[in-house]
Nanobody, 117 residues
Framework: QVQVEESGGGLVQPGGSLRLSCVTS????????MGWYRQAPGKQRELVAY???????TYADSVKDRFAISIDNAKNTMYLQMDNLKPEDTAVYYC???????????WGQGTQVTVSS
């Protein structure tokens, strides 16, 4: 079992930056895949970025070259650095930890990101 909790959302102007944090209840990064997802009102939840347990990363086309995942093992924290934010990035952002071997997912409760003038 593992718990994850997101934070760092807020209101930012277009072109601005924000860094989201996902704190895990124990260090899991060598055995779990970690994902950032988002869900805008009336839309399906979508994958934004994914980091595997062997530390490779994948990004949705819509955020490539703007968003980046990083890990701080000492703090049991995964970050999502978001630069050059656009209004279409507005959504609730969720952290997910996946135990790949057991095929079990653990979700945070989300953090709101609003990009607006």
């Amino acid at each position: 079992q593992v718990q994850v909790e997101e934070s760092g959302g807020g209101l930012v102007q277009p072109g601005g930056s924000l860094r989201l944090s996902c704190v895990t209840s124990r260090n899991i990064f060598s055995t779990y895949g970690m994902g950032w997802y988002r869900q805008a009102p009336g839309k399906q939840r979508e994958l934004v970025a994914y980091r595997t347990n062997i530390d490779t990363t994948t990004y949705a086309d819509s955020v490539k070259d703007r968003f980046a995942i990083s890990i701080d093992n000492a703090k049991n924290t995964m970050y999502l650095q978001m630069d050059n934010l656009k209004p279409e990035d507005t959504a609730v952002y969720y952290c997910k930890a996946r135990n790949v071997i057991r095929q079990q997912d653990f979700w945070g409760q989300g953090t709101q990101v609003t990009v607006s003038s």
